[in-house]
């Protein structure tokens, strides 16, 4: 009698993971497939290498700013062997025995629905109870004359580098480029951002875009604003070429492409199980990330919020609605990070998106070495801003935006707020630890108390 599993995974990156961890725990049968590498974009090429790497320049900025402190040469050897470490070396053979011990049967392969609680791969099918696709997307190269002839990378050929380049072109404005950018000039690579909008970070309120233009120059990267590619060429010196359409020409050892990502739904199938795609190829899910009966998705294949702990936090919705727990996602308050130097950090609404939602919103900015003594005691010449947006009608906070040291860390406190609806007076009772960056928020609130009445 044929097996029946009681899920199949297709796809094993951090959701798919936390799916499957969950799962097992629970005592299910559990088929995982995996064309690539269990771990997924953000183990190999992104979040895990990214963040390793960017340490290094960090430090850096941090000892130069640091009373008794000295800036110390980087050691790109060491950097990158630790890199490639952190990276498992490109390597997943332990965590596909790792599964395979607790029982999970683990299939390598491109794997496609071949109909309601059917898995096609290898040219055999998988039966299961439950379906979660767990694809991800794959990075977006733009289609222009030329583009063939130049020496054109995505992040997967930037955080796999084993020797860095004199100069790069980054084309696009998003996260992917701000970090690229800090690594690359941290360790002396020459930098230019090429960003076909007016801004950096356009989905950001419009104050942090330009903090985060200015720390870039601030580490000697060239940014050039409404700027985009027309054509490329390879120069007789085997530079990369680019012709760009507002006139002029940059010749580079290398182009990043920053320039956004698209599903990996090509050949799935999901019609096949009752599900569609919406008209940029996500697979469309409800609140319980659920695409059709039986059929689950969860992670960047679904184009909520292309993050990665929101992908492991609809692994868990799914996961326990499996296993009878019915859960809802939501989504407020989930944190956006750029781990640039100082970080760049933001949760919840701008107030543009707030304006659209009919919310009467007023928002302040607050200069942290102006308003609290923590940026003081951690560097001499201190940085960082805080802003918060608050709903005068509701009187609770739902958006706020920090560019200093560790706001990855300290942002969460506007992300819980934001999420729980806490309200202001609440917010204003706290007595956070002093001295530290959390104290901003306590100034913020008193500042818009005394301007806004509120």
Same mark, same amino acid.
């Given at each position: ?216 120059r601030d580490r000697g990267v060239k940014v050039l604003a409404n ?45 096949r199980a009752g599900a569609t795609l919406d008209g940029h190829g ?22 909520i919020m292309p993050f990665t702990h929101v992908a492991k936090y &609809? ?37 543009? &998106? ?51 040291? &560790? ?48």
């Amino acid at each position: 009698m044929e097996e029946v599993f009681d899920a199949a995974i297709i796809g094993m990156g951090p959701g798919g993971e936390v799916a499957a961890d969950r799962l097992l725990s629970a005592g299910k049968r559990v088929v995982v497939f995996e064309s690539e590498l269990i771990g997924g974009e953000c183990a190999y090429w992104a979040c895990i290498p990214s963040k390793t790497i960017l340490r290094g320049p960090e430090v850096n900025i941090e000892a130069d700013g640091t009373a008794g402190a000295s800036v110390n040469a980087l050691d790109w050897e060491k950097a990158r062997d630790y890199r490639d470490y952190m990276a498992r070396h490109l390597d997943d053979g332990a965590q596909a025995d790792g599964y395979a011990k607790r029982g999970a049967t683990v299939v390598r392969g491109k794997a496609a629905i071949a109909g309601p609680g059917h898995v096609a791969a290898n040219g055999r099918e998988y039966l299961a109870h439950h379906i979660i696709i767990a694809t991800g997307t794959i990075p977006v190269v733009p289609d222009f004359p030329g583009v063939e002839d130049i020496t054109a990378w995505t992040n997967r050929e930037v955080y796999t580098l084993k020797a860095l380049p004199r100069s790069v072109a980054i084309v696009g404005g998003s996260a992917v480029a701000l970090e690229a950018a800090f690594f690359l000039s941290g360790f002396g690579v020459e930098v230019t951002v090429l960003n076909r909008s007016a801004r950096l970070l356009g989905r950001e309120e419009p104050e942090a875009s330009a903090l985060a233009e200015g720390y870039l120059r601030d580490r000697g990267v060239k940014v050039l604003a409404n700027s985009s590619v027309a054509r490329g060429r390879r120069g007789e010196d085997g530079a990369s070429i680019l012709a760009l359409r507002e006139g002029g020409e940059i010749a580079v050892d290398a182009v990043i492409f920053a320039t956004g990502r698209t599903p990996r739904t090509e050949g799935l199938d999901v019609a096949r199980a009752g599900a569609t795609l919406d008209g940029h190829g996500n697979v469309r899910v409800d609140e319980h990330c659920w695409a059709a009966e039986g059929l689950w998705a969860i992670g960047d294949v679904t184009g909520i919020m292309p993050f990665t702990h929101v992908a492991k936090y &609809q692994g868990r919705i799914v996961a326990d609605c499996i296993l009878g727990r019915e859960r809802s996602a939501s989504y407020d308050g989930i944190p956006r990070v750029v781990f640039a130097s100082p970080e760049i950090a933001a949760v919840g609404l701008t107030r543009e &998106q707030a304006e659209g939602r009919g919310i009467d919103a007023v928002s302040i900015q607050v200069n942290l070495p102006e308003a609290i003594s923590r940026p003081w005691t951690y560097e001499q010449d201190p940085r960082g801003d805080l802003g918060i947006l608050v709903d005068r009608h509701r009187r609770v906070m739902v958006g706020a935006w920090a560019i200093a040291p &560790q706001a990855s860390e300290w942002i969460h406190q506007a992300s819980m707020a934001i999420r729980g609806g806490i309200p202001l007076e609440v917010l204003r009772d706290m007595a956070p630890q002093f001295p530290s960056y959390s104290e901003a928020y306590l100034v913020a609130l008193d500042r818009l108390g005394a301007t806004e009445g509120i």
